[in-house]
């Protein structure tokens, strides 16, 4: 039996995360959080491209000026790239965490130019710290949702009327009304709750129809279900934990997945040799939604 996904690049990622397909420069992003890197690749070459940063990284969006924006360790900040792996300049936006556990795991733009960002204890993930950012297209940063264990996912509607956001600790996804030329959300409440078997909810997007995929960390699947949340189909993959989805490609009808090899023993690891690939679902059978940049773009550009 043909295998429903299937390995792209042997990454060996710590925790790989943070998917995004930059169409500008028609490469996949992706970030490796505790091995503080940032992976680029195009599509179906042999190997990748890598940035090595000073902090764990926990997304990566390109910029409306060119550069990357980066969720650091200890913040927000704008990426100039050089020539080497490690010839990487940054420009400090916004550090609400320097000197502390806390830092940034997931995000998402919208079609303003504005972040939706989570954040977590790194080293605790019990405790209720984490917490849902807005960063406007001109940097100015905004606490728009508090009491998470660990923040995931934020994920976006095709007509942006609704954003998803998940307490992956709770292994609850959330839903709020989303006004994005406001910046605002409201009316939070529980849109899909996980079961022990399932796992939890980790990174998530949208297709075209409105249908929502999410990774499962420590059920080894992605599943797709329907916008009221019912269960539409689920994709077994060759090892535990997933922690991302994205769409990608000219035509964004290829589907990417990420994975660890955090949390696993090192029997677990043995047994599951492609933990920390980065996987493609074989035949997806859906069309995924542009992925934005961040900050506003020019008149004409």
């Known amino acids: 039996m043909r295998p429903a996904a299937h390995a792209v690049l042997h990454l060996l990622a710590v925790l790989g995360e943070g998917l ?33 940063l000073p902090e ?13 924006l980066l969720g650091l360790q200890s913040g927000f900040a704008l990426a100039t790239l050089g020539v080497g792996p490690d010839d990487v300049a940054l420009d400090w936006i916004a550090r609400p965490f320097s000197g502390t556990s806390l830092r940034l795991n997931d995000a998402k733009a919208d ?31 905004e606490v728009v ?11 976006i509607s095709p007509d942006e009327n609704l954003m998803l956001h998940t307490d992956s600790g709770r292994r609850t996804i959330y839903a709020f009304d989303l006004n994005v030329p406001a910046g605002k959300i ?53 090892t535990s934990h997933i922690t991302n989805v994205c769409f990608g490609g000219p035509d964004l009808d290829r589907l990417f997945v990420s994975s660890a090899r955090a949390g696993l023993s090192q029997d677990q690891l043995s047994r599951e040799p492609l933990a920390g690939a980065l996987f493609e679902v074989l035949e997806p059978g859906a069309i995924g939604l542009p992925g934005r940049p961040y900050g506003r773009v020019s008149a004409g550009v």
């Open 20 to 52: 995004h397909w930059d169409s500008s420069r028609a490469r996949l992003l992706m970030t490796d959080i505790h091995g503080a890197r940032c992976i680029r690749w195009r599509l179906d070459a042999e190997g990748w491209d890598e940035l090595r």
């Open 56 to 68: 764990r990284v926990g997304w990566v969006i390109p910029a409306a000026d060119g550069r990357l």
């Open 111 to 141: 079609s303003t130019g504005a972040v939706w960002a989570g954040s977590m204890n790194n080293d605790d993930e019990s405790r209720s710290d984490g917490c849902l950012f807005r960063l406007s297209p001109d940097g100015q940063l």
């Open 145 to 155: 949702d508090t009491g998470y264990m660990v923040a995931n996912g934020p994920a």
């Open 186 to 238: 409201t009316n939070r409440r529980v849109w899909k709750q996980f079961t022990e078997s399932e796992g939890y909810p980790d990174g998530m997007c949208f297709d075209a129809e409105g249908c929502v995929w999410v990774a499962h960390w420590g059920a080894g699947c992605v599943s797709c279900f329907a916008p009221d949340g019912a269960l539409l189909r689920r994709i077994s993959l060759p």
